[in-house]
Each structure stands twice: as C-alpha cells, then as structure tokens.
C-alpha cells in the first residue's frame, strides 16, 4: 500500500525541472557537511591480545568493557582489532553505567596503563 504520495499532472519538462532542483539542493547540502572523521592511515589497529599486554589486564576483562561500551572494538570478518589512541582516550573518559559508579576504566592510568 502506498501512504503519503501524492500523484499530480505535471508535463514532462517541469518535472524533469522539480528533480533537478531537489537533487541540487542534496548535493549542496552534502557538499557542505564535514566528512566523517575516519582513522589517520598512518596509524595501525592492534590485536585484542596486544591491547590486553599494553593495558596488562585480561581478555575477559577487556571483554566486558567492550560489553559496557567502554572500549570500541572494530571488526573486519571474524578479525577484531582497536586502536590505540582509542584505547587511550577511552581510559581517560570513564563512562558511568547504571548508577553503579565508574567501574572498569577509571582505575587505570592511560599514560602507564598500569592500575592506579
């Protein structure tokens, strides 16, 4: 069922006329929006099992701050990888979750990446 059409008469060079405006007006107004920021190719992604020796902690550990969308991981296939100035920042933003306080993150230290 079609909803919230409306069919009117219109000869062929004014409707030709009515897209080319619209898809103008989308073009300026994508044109004029900031790319999405993506990763800097110069820097290379790291394995779970990498990030886990940096930060010394467990896989199970970084598991559940994944869960808790405390950490970003990315995935290509079955691969999954972070990066590290991610990694970084999010050790430095801890989030609060559920009125349980800031668990997991917040004690670490970003820059030893040891327990504080």
């Known amino acids: 069922m079609i909803q919230n059409q409306f069919f009117?008469?219109?000869?062929?060079?004014?409707?030709?006329?009515?897209?080319a405006q619209r898809v103008?007006?989308?073009l300026q107004a994508v044109s004029t929006q900031e790319p999405p920021?993506?990763?800097?190719?110069?820097?290379?992604?790291?394995?779970?099992?990498?990030?886990?020796?940096?930060?010394?902690?467990?896989?199970?550990?970084?598991?559940?701050w994944r869960h808790q969308g405390l950490v970003t991981v990315h995935g290509m296939?079955?691969?999954?990888?972070?990066y590290k100035s991610e990694l970084m920042e999010s050790l430095k933003q801890p989030?609060?979750?559920?009125?349980r306080g800031n668990r997991g993150l917040s004690r670490y230290n970003a820059?030893?990446?040891?327990a504080a």
């Open 111 to 114: 820059e030893s990446g040891r």
């Open 77 to 82: 296939g079955r691969r999954k990888y972070l």
């Open 8 to 19: 009117f008469q219109l000869p062929v060079e004014e409707a030709i006329e009515r897209i």
């Open 37 to 64: 920021k993506s990763k800097p190719e110069a820097e290379e992604p790291i394995s779970i099992d990498e990030a886990c020796a940096l930060l010394k902690i467990s896989r199970v550990t970084l598991n559940n």
């Open 95 to 99: 989030k609060r979750h559920g009125g």
């Open 24 to 26: 103008t007006q989308h």
